[in-house]
């Protein structure tokens, strides 16, 4: 795969993020992470969730989805600090997903972390709907120093 210009120097944190969660396939996505963890030095992983706002925000499934990616393919160590910054990741991106939707709409998520250990990017992107005719797509990113 011929992946965007920015990826041919140093990408940036977000970016590589964004596209990690915009793969859609699991070759495409293996390809592009060992691009970034071989050609660039960069930590990632992604990670897939399911469900409505009321299971994935309130019961903090979403939060523990993404801390389980990120602690058990080593995109962090499992300390204090670096756990404090993914959850503040996590949250910066979550809030454009779950802006201005019904608590019974149904999602469908692939998360992209990386990090270069000093920042760690977490984006989100996916598909939401209250019914099967209203689908639309939803992106949020976040970013925060570890």
């Known amino acids: 795969m011929k992946f965007p210009d920015c990826f041919e120097t ?3 944190l977000e970016k590589a993020a ?4 915009l793969t859609e396939t699991r070759e495409t996505e293996e390809e592009l992470k060992n691009r970034l963890v071989n050609a660039f030095s960069l930590r990632c992983g992604v ?4 469900g409505t706002v009321s299971t994935l925000q ?11 990616a990120a602690i058990n393919t080593g995109v962090i160590q499992k300390e204090a600090r670096n ?4 959850m503040h990741a996590t949250l910066e991106a979550s809030n454009s997903i779950f802006i201005h939707t019904h608590s019974n709409a149904s999602f469908a998520l692939k998360i992209g972390l990386v990090t270069d ?3 760690i990017a977490v ?3 996916g598909r939401s709907s209250l019914h099967p005719l209203s689908e639309h797509c939803r992106v949020g990113l976040g970013y925060m120093h570890l």
């Open 117 to 119: 250990n000093f920042w």
């Open 123 to 125: 984006a989100i992107f």
């Open 10 to 12: 140093s990408p940036s």
């Open 18 to 21: 964004l596209f990690l969660a």
């Open 83 to 86: 756990i404090h910054a993914l």
């Open 58 to 68: 309130h019961t903090g499934k979403l939060t523990n989805s993404v801390m389980s």
């Open 47 to 50: 990670t897939e969730i399911g």
